[in-house]
T-cell receptor, first 117, second 115 residues
Framework: AQTVTQSQPEMSVQEAETVTLSCTYDTSENNYYLFWYKQPPSRQMILVIR??????QNATENRFSVNFQKAAKSFSLKISDSQLGDTAMYFC??????????????FGKGTHLIIQP | GAVVSQHPSRVICKSGTSVKIECRSLDFQATTMFWYRQFPKKSLMLMATSNEGSKATYEQGVEKDKFLINHASLTLSTLTVTSAHPEDSSFYIC???????????FGNGTRLTVT
């Protein structure tokens, strides 16, 4: 079984600052995917960024980037130039590779990120 | 992009009644859909995996007879909360993927309140 740990229940930064959310995971799988999802007050789950474990290069999506350390089983999210709209719950999630596509996601407990004006 | 529609968004029911929640993939076929439950300020917990044309796979601790899942077509899965009680009040979210190993696409969720 996989576990995902987010050790920061809440974080608060000023607008335009850079913030890093931490995530560690435990698995015996070698092929897997990692995700960061954002859940604003509307509670809609929005995919922020995705990382394939077989790729050494860290994924980036505009202001969002990850620091993926496979050996350390660490997957942190960096948000640059933070904006008020970034205020949300952020969930780190794990999915093992499955040829049949029948595997769901295992989520961490989440980090509540607050961007202060 | 792939869209998952969930209905209703909110439902209030009396204790002892049953409630059905629908999850539809609008522009893709989903042989597998996933049902999650989320308590306030908590994470998403996988309840069950819904498989088209076969029985759902439930996670440990989830009552199969209370949470009935039907996946009768490639675009529709339903979750029925039977004989609902106040402790079943929660936020239920369905999800699906449009192709193998792609990220999950989530519905907007259903807030269930049992009085």
């Amino acid at each position: 079984a996989q576990t995902v740990t987010q050790s920061q229940p809440e974080m608060s930064v000023q607008e335009a600052e850079t913030v890093t959310l931490s995530c560690t995971y435990d698995t015996s799988e070698n092929n897997y995917y990692l995700f960061w999802y954002k859940q604003p007050p509307s509670r809609q789950m929005i995919l922020v960024i995705r990382q394939e474990a077989y790729k050494q290069q860290n994924a980036t999506e505009n202001r969002f980037s990850v620091n993926f350390q496979k050996a350390a089983k660490s997957f942190s999210l960096k948000i640059s130039d933070s904006q008020l709209g970034d205020t949300a719950m952020y969930f780190c999630a794990f999915m093992k590779y499955s040829g049949g596509g029948a595997d769901g996601l295992t989520f961490g407990k989440g980090t509540h990120l607050i961007i202060q004006p | 992009g792939a869209v998952v529609s969930q209905h209703p968004s909110r439902v209030i029911c009396k204790s002892g009644t049953s409630v059905k929640i629908e999850c539809r993939s609008l522009d893709f076929q989903a042989t597998t859909m996933f049902w999650y439950r989320q308590f306030p300020k908590k994470s998403l917990m996988l309840m069950a995996t819904s498989n088209e044309g076969s029985k759902a796979t439930y996670e440990q601790g989830v009552e199969k007879d209370k949470f009935l899942i039907n996946h009768a077509s490639l675009t529709l899965s339903t979750l029925t909360v039977t004989s609902a009680h106040p402790e079943d009040s929660s936020f239920y979210i369905c999800s699906a993927r449009d192709r193998v190993n792609s990220p999950l696409h989530f519905g907007n969720g259903t807030r269930l309140t049992v009085t």
